[in-house]
């Protein structure tokens, strides 16, 4: 059989069926009026510690949160957060290094999201991997401890540069750790420019009043105006 | 590392727009940027496993490396990256209007199309 080559232009995300799955996923929060974050950091940033912390605050507040946590392999993560008494999902990834959307809409299956108004989406420990990967959240919020070094996100542009937001942790910790604040800022900024930072610790509560006060904040305004996802 | 999941997620991307009929992709063109969060050598590693049994083994990955690119509010110009903070290398200002360096991009497929006469 005689064969002739052709060319065909494509022009295609290569994550184009991930990004539609998380368009729809962002559409039908919304109209739920969701408002829906995606935690990224390196394993043992506290990202879990925050959220426990956060997700009680805001019940105080009478703000109702659910949260999905992923994992390689265990459910640890999940079990400490239904502490809280908050609608709580494990997604265990099996050794995948991060989270993609159809996996945020497998596990949000069954669930009433009219009953919440912030879900949490914990993702795998890794400041690598879930860069690419849309999950329908409205921000994504990268971690950095105070005992990471204040020059992580420089080693990791790709992650911080796709942030919305930054949170720092264990703020308790600076000192010990010599952590030259400015320095982290400053690299934060020379990734992200113009990010909004916060600093936290969920030990001693510092920065959580006005950390609690922004995802509340967030939260009305956000999902009350559903054509701001048309882009 | 997550570069066998790009890996196949671009195998079934080019699967999904074969035209009817082809059996036998020969090369993929894509475009990376800097961005993108992807190794270029793990990726083109894992092309080799994503593509096997498929109509795109044996097929040559091809892959354009795209340089982050801002656009200076002072210089009210595009600008090339040198380093890697966000500042633009003429002026020193930040920047965080990204103009390029996030592709993960499909751009084209070659294949051999069978002749009408045998098709």
Same mark, same amino acid.
């Given at each position: 059989m005689t064969t002739t080559p052709r060319v065909l232009e494509i022009r295609q995300k290569v994550l184009s069926k991930n990004d539609e799955l998380a368009r729809g996923l962002r559409d039908r929060l919304h109209a739920h009026g969701v408002f829906t974050l995606n935690f990224v950091s390196s394993p043992g940033t506290g990202k879990t510690r925050l959220l426990e912390e956060t997700l009680g605050r805001l019940v105080a507040r009478g703000v109702k949160p659910a949260a999905l946590v992923g994992d390689l392999a265990t459910d640890n993560d999940a079990q400490r957060l239904m502490r809280s008494g908050v609608p709580v999902r494990q997604i265990t990834t099996a050794g995948r290094c991060h989270l993609e959307a159809e996996m945020i809409a497998t596990h949000l299956e069954g669930w009433d999201l009219g009953q919440f108004d912030i879900l949490f989406i914990e993702n795998v420990g890794n400041l690598v991997c879930p860069s690419s990967y849309d999950l329908g959240e409205d921000l994504r919020v990268v971690m950095l401890s105070v005992t990471e070094g204040e020059d992580k996100p420089l080693k990791y542009p790709s992650l911080f540069n796709s942030a919305d937001l930054a949170v720092i942790t264990k703020l308790d910790l600076a000192e010990a750790c010599e952590t030259d604040m400015a320095a982290m800022h400053q690299n934060l900024q020379a990734i992200r420019p113009g990010i909004r930072v916060f600093e936290t610790s969920a030990k001693t509560g510092a920065g959580m009043d006005e950390w609690i006060a922004f995802l509340v904040e967030q939260q009305r305004i956000r999902p009350a105006a559903p054509e701001a996802t048309a882009e | 590392m997550h570069e066998l999941s790009i890996a196949q997620s671009l195998v079934s991307l080019v699967e999904r727009q074969l035209?009817?009929? =082809? #059996?036998? =992709? #020969?090369a993929v063109d894509m475009r990376l940027g800097a961005l993108a969060g992807v190794v270029r050598g793990a990726l083109e590693f894992c092309y080799g496993i994503a593509t096997d049994g498929t109509p795109l083994q044996g097929s040559t990955l091809r892959i354009v490396e795209l340089p982050v690119v801002i656009h200076c509010p002072e210089c009210q110009a595009d600008r090339t990256l040198e380093g890697v903070t966000f500042r633009c290398p003429v002026c020193g200002t930040l920047s965080g209007d990204l103009r390029q360096g996030r592709e993960l991009d499909l751009a084209s497929i070659e294949y051999d199309e069978p002749e009408v006469a045998s098709a």
């Amino acid at each position: 059989m005689t064969t002739t080559p052709r060319v065909l232009e494509i022009r295609q995300k290569v994550l184009s069926k991930n990004d539609e799955l998380a368009r729809g996923l962002r559409d039908r929060l919304h109209a739920h009026g969701v408002f829906t974050l995606n935690f990224v950091s390196s394993p043992g940033t506290g990202k879990t510690r925050l959220l426990e912390e956060t997700l009680g605050r805001l019940v105080a507040r009478g703000v109702k949160p659910a949260a999905l946590v992923g994992d390689l392999a265990t459910d640890n993560d999940a079990q400490r957060l239904m502490r809280s008494g908050v609608p709580v999902r494990q997604i265990t990834t099996a050794g995948r290094c991060h989270l993609e959307a159809e996996m945020i809409a497998t596990h949000l299956e069954g669930w009433d999201l009219g009953q919440f108004d912030i879900l949490f989406i914990e993702n795998v420990g890794n400041l690598v991997c879930p860069s690419s990967y849309d999950l329908g959240e409205d921000l994504r919020v990268v971690m950095l401890s105070v005992t990471e070094g204040e020059d992580k996100p420089l080693k990791y542009p790709s992650l911080f540069n796709s942030a919305d937001l930054a949170v720092i942790t264990k703020l308790d910790l600076a000192e010990a750790c010599e952590t030259d604040m400015a320095a982290m800022h400053q690299n934060l900024q020379a990734i992200r420019p113009g990010i909004r930072v916060f600093e936290t610790s969920a030990k001693t509560g510092a920065g959580m009043d006005e950390w609690i006060a922004f995802l509340v904040e967030q939260q009305r305004i956000r999902p009350a105006a559903p054509e701001a996802t048309a882009e | 590392m997550h570069e066998l999941s790009i890996a196949q997620s671009l195998v079934s991307l080019v699967e999904r727009q074969l035209p009817e009929g =082809v #059996t036998r =992709v #020969t090369a993929v063109d894509m475009r990376l940027g800097a961005l993108a969060g992807v190794v270029r050598g793990a990726l083109e590693f894992c092309y080799g496993i994503a593509t096997d049994g498929t109509p795109l083994q044996g097929s040559t990955l091809r892959i354009v490396e795209l340089p982050v690119v801002i656009h200076c509010p002072e210089c009210q110009a595009d600008r090339t990256l040198e380093g890697v903070t966000f500042r633009c290398p003429v002026c020193g200002t930040l920047s965080g209007d990204l103009r390029q360096g996030r592709e993960l991009d499909l751009a084209s497929i070659e294949y051999d199309e069978p002749e009408v006469a045998s098709a």
